[in-house]
């Protein structure tokens, strides 16, 4: 199915994004919320992307009214009548995203597909309050939208084929890199990137090491920025939300470090609210007594001394990564692809699992029995890892792992 018009529901950054990604490619896209001012946001937000195109020589004045005029910002669903795509980009609240589906799907011709942005969320369930099941799929984009290639595209149970090859192939045209994930709670990326920032955050609260010193670690293993200066970027909020749906659904081993939860309590939502883990603004490099006072808190109740090392935050990443390969979510070249694309895991190392393969899954399996031993299940080794190394399958050294070495 050719896409000649789509609409963006939702004209946050993220929304505004993901139509300015569209426009890019040529595409008519409707920029739709439910007042005028926040509409009028999204198109400055949209419009400051093509400036800063300008800017740099990258695009005439002309060409960005060009456009600019492909985006058009609406606060009502008239113009939807004849739209082949709408993509929904509100906050991760299941009502709200139902409410919209069930909205959209009165209004939207019988042909037309429905994708949610949700990174966490069930597309199954958004797909069931609408008479157009086979229609509707995740279509998740990485923030900052415009900038981020990877696109996690994620079938519902009653997804239809057609839908989710046209899909792929429409964000191939926006010049993505889409992964298609089979339907799990978290998807891949945001599964594989939250045990990696609880464990950052446990090592903080427990004293092993403070937040600038496992940010410098993580920067010198090779991430672009450390796993606080990432969640201060994200917003606590938005992982907050991420947090309990896995919570819910993956049980203890996705239990958050109680430091997110009294951040949160002092309404440190990152850098969008002047302070998370670290200060910004007029307040970027004082003393931080607060943050203090939540650190002494948290470590009188430490039992013994506790360790930092690039293994502890690494591992509980390769870990649920092989779950998400035992559980069938993806294909091993595709979750390296994808923590490369969407997380930033470093590409000299060719990925997470070409990682644990070059490392050896009997040293990565030794590990993670130490590790449980030490701070509790959420380690527990994988049963495909178990598998991996009783039948010998080691890694590169072995010549097979997760990937074959033969050739």
């Not at 920067?219 to 796993?227: D, N």
Request: a negative charge; charged letters at 25%; proline letters at 5%.
């Amino acid at each position: 199915m050719y896409i000649y018009k789509t609409a963006v529901v939702g004209a946050g950054a993220m929304g505004a994004e993901i139509a300015q990604v569209i426009s890019f490619s040529g595409v008519p896209v409707l920029l739709k919320d439910v007042d005028q001012a926040r509409v009028d946001k999204g198109l400055e937000v949209i419009r400051k992307i093509y400036q800063r195109r300008v800017d740099r020589g990258k695009m005439t004045p002309n060409e960005m009214e060009q456009k600019m005029m492909l985006v058009t910002g609406v606060t009502t669903y008239d113009g939807f009548k004849d739209v082949d795509l709408v993509v929904e980009a509100v906050p991760e609240q299941m009502k709200l995203k139902q409410q919209i589906f069930q909205d959209v799907d009165r209004i939207l011709p019988e042909s037309a597909m429905v994708a949610s942005n949700t990174s966490s969320l069930s597309i199954s369930a958004l797909g069931g309050v609408t008479k157009r099941p086979h229609k509707v799929i995740g279509m998740h984009f990485f923030y900052p939208a415009h900038i981020m290639k990877l696109v996690e595209v994620i079938p519902g149970l009653e997804t239809s084929e057609e839908t989710t090859n046209d899909i792929l192939s429409f964000a191939e045209s926006l010049r993505k890199l889409p992964v298609r994930v089979n339907e799990c709670p978290g998807f891949l990326v945001n599964r594989i990137l939250m045990p990696y920032l609880n464990e950052a955050a446990c090592c903080v609260q427990e004293g092993a090491a403070s937040a600038r010193q496992i940010d410098e670690a993580m920067v010198e293993f090779g991430f672009p920025m450390g796993p606080f200066t990432l969640v201060d970027n994200l917003g606590f909020d938005v992982c907050r939300e991420v947090v309990f749906i896995l919570l819910d659904a993956y049980g203890s081993r996705m239990q958050a470090a109680a430091i997110w939860e009294k951040l949160y309590n002092l309404k440190r939502m990152g850098a969008k609210s002047g302070a998370g883990f670290y200060l910004y603004g007029d307040r970027a490099g004082q003393p931080d007594p607060d943050l203090d006072t939540v650190l002494q808190e948290l470590r009188a109740q430490q039992q013994g001394p506790t360790e930092f090392s690039t293994n502890r935050v690494v591992l509980p990443m390769i870990n649920e990564a092989i779950r998400c390969l035992d559980e069938h979510v993806c294909t091993a070249a595709d979750v390296d692809l994808s923590v490369i694309a969407g997380l930033g895991f470093p590409q000299s190392k060719g990925g997470i699992l070409h990682y644990a393969d070059e490392i050896g899954l009997e040293t990565v399996l030794k590990e993670l029995e130490r590790l449980t031993k030490t701070y509790g299940e959420r380690f527990w080794p994988s049963p495909l890892l178990k598998r991996k190394v009783a039948a010998g399958h080691l890694g590169k050294q072995a010549k097979k792992g997760f990937f074959d070495y033969t050739s």
